[in-house]
């Protein structure tokens, strides 16, 4: 059996010092906030090279204090890609701001800059992209800030993205929690916008064994913002309180986790190299009619997830049904995008508005990842397809 994500090889790998990492926090009674999370705080912003690295209780946390501090809110506007798991647009309408959805690329699966800019405009114009076709105008919302995702991995084009941004006056905030350890342009993923922002959730590439996020800046002032805000928004001290904010540490225990996952995380990445390319080469020799995910030059995936796209939804059952006979589990991220939940009814998306999301979302489909995962099996799940 091969499963999806194996967290069982990587903790029989850092079991030793894992248990006495633990055992070491639970013997010190220092349960919140203890000196493991600003050790660990430490040892990552050394890793992503930035200036500033705040822990956070999970990814969307993250987010939420990111665009928190901000100071994003009602009558908002936020641009994002539909094809992404939730916490991304379900923090900006926490926030009482408007997601704006923006449609991808079919060759990286991120957000297409192209289509960016014509959102933004038409926002600014007072148009909802959904809505521009009707021409019913909405209420006037603010161009405020971009978020765009690394999915599966790989950096989006913060050239392009960092360039409408500086054109339009908007924030970048960077969701990196698919991409931590992939760079772009030589820079690492977190660090591509003025804020970043990551996951710990245990399926991620660095992942601890529960919930758990960092922000990064390189900016001192938001860098203190981000810990007011993750602790009830405190000032001078623990009584004393000069905003709105929320609980969001990282708990002890899980910072004493990811410190030592971290020792061996820069060798997992380059592991998930060697599945990418195996995957790759071993797809093409059989031929099997899917397209592979294509990283261009000057990009590092971090290989959150190997997703393919198969011909159309009818093709990409039969794989999985293949794969399913021979025992290999497989996911689709994502099975619907954004703009069409239930969730995000309100904002009058119909079918048809995002259409290259909405293509991906009927014909991906991921298999296994991860850096245990061996030529042998790689081979065996390829040969399963064809
Ligand atoms: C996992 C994930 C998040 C949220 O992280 P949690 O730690 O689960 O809250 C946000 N954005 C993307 C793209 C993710 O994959």
Not at 76 to 83: C, L, S, Y
Not at 175 to 193: E, N
């Amino acid at each position: 059996m091969i499963p999806f994500v194996d967290l069982k090889s990587q903790y029989l790998t850092v079991q030793k010092d894992i248990e006495a990492s633990v055992i070491g926090v639970l013997r010190s009674g220092q349960y919140i906030l203890g000196p493991e999370v600003s050790m660990f705080e430490e040892a990552l912003a050394r890793y992503v090279g930035v200036k500033h690295v705040v822990s956070c209780a999970s990814g969307t946390d993250a987010l939420m204090i990111a665009l928190m501090a901000k100071g994003i809110g009602p009558g908002d506007a936020v641009f994002t890609t539909p094809f992404t798991f939730m916490a991304t647009a379900e923090v900006i309408a926490l926030l009482g701001a408007t997601p704006v959805f923006v449609d991808i690329e079919r060759d990286t699966f991120n957000i297409d800059a192209a289509s960016l800019e014509r959102a933004i405009v038409s926002v600014r114009d007072g148009l909802l992209p959904s809505r521009r076709q009707s021409g019913v105008s909405s209420k006037q919302l603010n161009p405020k800030g971009i978020i765009p995702v690394d999915l599966f991995g790989l950096p989006a084009n913060y050239e392009k993205i960092q360039s409408i941004a500086n054109k339009h006056g908007l924030l970048v905030v960077e969701d990196a929690a698919q991409s931590l350890g992939g760079k772009y342009h030589g820079r690492m993923a977190g660090a591509l916008a003025e804020i970043g922002c990551t996951s710990f959730f245990p399926a991620k590439p660095l992942g601890c064994y529960g919930d758990g996020g960092a922000i990064f800046t390189n900016d001192d002032t938001l860098a203190d913002l981000f810990r007011s805000i993750r602790v009830h928004g405190q000032g001078q001290d623990r009584y004393e309180n000069v905003r709105i904010g929320i609980t969001g540490r990282l708990d002890t225990i899980q910072a004493a986790i990811l410190l030592a996952k971290l020792k061996i995380f820069p060798a997992e990445i380059e592991a998930r190299q060697r599945v990418a390319a195996r995957y790759g080469t071993s797809l093409r020799a059989a031929n099997v009619p899917v397209t592979l995910p294509s990283v261009s030059t000057g990009y590092l995936s971090a290989w959150a997830q190997y997703t393919l796209l198969a011909e159309n939804s009818k093709k990409r059952q039969e794989l999985i049904d293949k794969l399913k006979k021979a025992g290999i589990p497989t996911a689709i991220y994502y099975p619907r995008p954004l703009h069409l939940q239930k969730a995000f009814s309100n904002l009058g998306y119909s079918s048809g508005d995002l259409p290259v999301a909405e293509e991906c979302a009927s014909r991906v489909f991921s298999v296994p990842m991860h850096p245990y995962l061996t030529d042998e099996a790689i081979d065996a799940i390829v040969n399963a397809m064809k």
